[in-house]
Each structure stands twice: as C-alpha cells, then as structure tokens.
C-alpha cells in the first residue's frame, strides 16, 4: 500500500519538475502547475490523493475527445 500524499510536500515535488511544452495527460502543461500552484495546488492534491486511494484514474483521465474539422464541401461526404 502506498503512503499517503503529505498536501505540504506537493509544492517541493512539482518544483522538481522539468518545463516542457508537451501537455501532461491531464492536457495541461507543467509550467501551469508551477506558476498557479498556491491557486490549485489544494484541488490538485485533492485529485492526486483520490487516485491513489482508490486505486484508478478519475474518469476525465481515461477519456479523450476528438473533434473532426471539415475541409470544406459536404460536411457529411467522408471525403472531405
């Protein structure tokens, strides 16, 4: 069993983190996190400790959306 997340420790962790321009696959980038941290490093903690207890991602982490944008034409015409 895991030990708990320390809500106190969360700051020194996410300070470790390195910058990268790619989203994390929450779709947000670290540097977000970095910056506004004091603004949602509690709901953040919140997400993290609830997934370790339970043991599985939150439902919005296994889920993706695609949208299909249209070249033109006949939006119902698959070759478009």
Not at 52 to 77: A, C, H
Request: proline share 4%.
């Amino acid at each position: 069993m895991s030990s708990p997340i320390i809500k106190e420790k969360l700051g020194v962790v996410v300070a470790k983190w390195v910058n990268c321009k790619a989203p994390g696959i929450d779709g947000v980038v670290l540097k977000f996190y970095k910056k506004l941290l004091d603004v949602v490093g509690h709901d953040y903690w919140l997400m993290v400790s609830t997934t370790i207890r339970q043991g599985k991602f939150p439902i919005g982490f296994t889920q993706g959306l695609i949208t299909l944008l249209s070249k033109g034409g006949e939006k119902e015409d698959l070759n478009n």
